[in-house]
């Protein structure tokens, strides 16, 4: 791969210096060009031996251009670099305004993604998201939601560890996606091509050849004088029959194969990836497709690019006479017959393998710019947090808290004054659980959790297109967690403010009918609720124990610590909130 630089500390004066570069390369072309010009001219009217400055002004011109792309390419990466960290402070900051929410991914009825800020405004996926392809960030989201599992998050946990030490690494596969992706058409339809095997025949390969070499013999005999002029439009009426034969097929070709920039994002992260050494056994499994033994990898793209630029490029008005002079479809078309024939099946796997190293780009760039660094410990039954806080919440501000629970108490009532932090806490554990299965280090000095699945009902809105109530929405969440704890699954389940919305008596009737069912299951969980009256479970439910959120209130303010603390909560606050709203009681004066 060429020498770029991924470096991102002085991109300003970096940048100044390869603009400058890619001008001055800019108004060498231009002079080459004419002069390129001057020699063809001279080469036809006054003598022959002007064609061999002709050569090598062309010479000259390809080697221009060349340069002038590499300085072009590493202007785009220098841009890439600084798009990046400005992303970077954002998601340090926790400031993810204009950050990509992936809120197409958002689902209600998923078991846990709605309840957790997972997807949206400030969300997870905003501080995760280092892809830059449509296929990346579905896989990513698709992650994201996956089901737990802890076996899968252990090897995918050593990955992301081995790449968050990997900063060049990943500077460089980021930036090159940042830089040149361009997604203008989809994989499916070229990965599908190159699975499709063209049809050859020995006519069309001895034409292939006959084309070059016969329209370079008549060129030659025609500029001496030995053949008649007129000799040129019979060969150009025999070479479109037969380039009528792969007409068909090129331009199939050329509408299948990518944009330049996408088979360069390609052909550059295949060339980084190809030099890396790893320690992990998931990474070294990810890399080994590439590490082709005939041909490298970027190679191959190299020569599809090649294959691509002719076979896009056959409408150019430069190219057209040069076709039908020297029927160069016929030789483009056994060419990408061969290639396909060799490589088609092979590198139609590379975007779909290229897909998951962004998700680990992903993965491990999270990790080093704002992972937890916490300690995932193993736990038998249940789950186990030391100093747990929740990721999107700025690290000086965010109140961490322990937190135990097994099978000696395995349901967790919550109470607590309005905004102490209860809410919180349950989606601090959720959205831990969620960076665990994914591989990532939890927030915490220590987490970790047993084999369960979570289950989330806490955002139920009502719906008035379905007619649904958010009283309805949340038996419905309820009816799901019913259903399968029955089934005997392990779940941890976390439900905030339970049955909110129906009168007390029935709420703590409901709520107390729930509890005991759950007990005699394999489920786990927290239940938050403002009904001091449930907290009398604990006395007859072995199972149950309370824990709470306290507030204190002075004359004009309230103050919180957003501690967790053992036993229901003494006080609450909602009369003092409404009076600070503005509310007056009767007993006021």
Not at 331 to 352: E, M, Q
Not at 502 to 519: F, K, P, Y
Request: with cysteine; charged share 25%; proline share 2%.
């Amino acid at each position: 791969m060429k020498g770029f630089d991924f470096e991102n500390s002085g991109l300003s004066e970096k940048l100044k210096t390869v603009k400058g570069k890619a001008g001055t390369l800019s108004f060498l072309r231009l002079i080459v060009f004419f002069a390129m010009g001057g020699f063809f001219v001279l080469s036809v009217s006054d003598s022959p031996v002007w064609f061999l400055f002709f050569g090598i002004s062309v010479v000259a011109f390809i080697s221009l251009i060349r340069k002038y792309n590499d300085q072009k390419d590493q202007e785009a990466i220098y841009l890439a670099l600084e798009k990046m960290n400005l992303a970077r402070e954002k998601r340090v900051s926790r400031k993810l305004k204009g950050l990509d929410a992936g809120v197409e991914f958002q689902e209600k009825t998923h078991p846990f993604s709605n309840d957790l800020d997972l997807f949206g405004d400030h969300s997870l996926f905003q501080l995760l998201n280092h892809t830059v392809s449509n296929k990346g960030k579905e896989r990513l989201a698709a992650q994201i939601k996956s089901a737990f599992d802890l076996d899968q998050a252990a090897a995918l946990r050593t990955a992301s560890a081995e790449l968050s030490t990997k900063s060049d690494f990943l500077q460089a596969m980021e930036s090159i996606g940042n830089a040149f992706y361009n997604e203008e058409k989809s994989n499916s339809g070229w990965v599908n091509w190159l699975n499709t095997e063209d049809k050859s025949s020995l006519l069309i390969s001895i034409f292939a050849f006959v084309g070059p070499i016969g329209g370079l013999a008549l060129s030659v005999l025609t500029y001496i004088g030995i053949v008649p002029g007129a000799l040129v439009g019979v060969w150009v009426l025999i070479g479109m029959a037969f380039l009528g034969l792969v007409f068909k097929s090129l331009k199939k070709a050329a509408e299948s194969i990518p944009s330049r920039d996408q088979l360069k994002t390609y052909r550059y992260w295949l060339a980084v990836l190809e030099e890396e050494q790893f320690d992990s056994p998931l990474l070294k499994k990810m890399q080994a497709p590439f590490l082709t033994k005939e041909v490298k990898a970027s190679t191959l793209f190299d020569q599809l690019d090649s294959l691509g630029l002719w076979i896009q490029n056959r409408i150019n008005i430069l190219y057209i006479p040069l076709n039908f002079f020297f029927w160069t479809d016929l030789f483009l078309y056994v060419k990408l017959v061969s290639w396909k024939k060799k490589h088609g099946n092979l590198v139609a796997n590379f975007p779909a393998q290229l897909v998951e190293w962004e998700v680990m780009i992903s993965l491990g760039a999270f990790e080093k710019e704002v992972g937890g660094k916490g300690k995932v410990i193993t736990v038998a039954q249940g789950m186990e947090g030391k100093v747990v806080s929740h990721p999107l919440l700025e690290p000086g501000v965010a109140v961490p808290n322990d937190f135990v629970i097994d099978e000696n108490q395995r349901i967790i009532l919550l109470t607590g004054a309005n905004m102490s932090g209860k809410t919180t806490f349950m989606r601090t554990l959720g959205i831990n659980c969620v960076l665990v299965n994914l591989g990532l280090s939890p927030f915490a000095e220590e987490f970790g959790f047993s084999e369960f699945q979570l289950y989330t009902s806490m955002r139920n809105t009502d719906n008035l297109g379905e007619s649904v109530s958010s009283f309805y929405a949340e038996l419905s969440r309820i009816k799901q967690l019913i259903d399968r704890i029955e089934k005997g699954e392990h779940i941890f389940f976390l439900l905030d403010e339970i049955l909110k919305g129906t009168n007390t008596e029935d709420r703590i009737a409901g709520s107390e009918a729930l509890i005991r069912q759950v007990d005699n299951t394999n489920a786990i969980g927290i239940i938050s609720t403002h009904d001091i009256e449930l907290a009398e479970l604990e006395e007859r439910i072995d199972s149950v124990q309370n824990y709470s959120f306290h507030s204190e209130i002075h004359d004009q303010n309230i103050d919180f610590d957003y501690k967790i603390k053992r036993g229901a909560c003494p006080s609450f606050n909602a009369h003092k909130l409404m009076e600070l709203m503005g509310i007056r009681f009767q007993n006021e004066k």
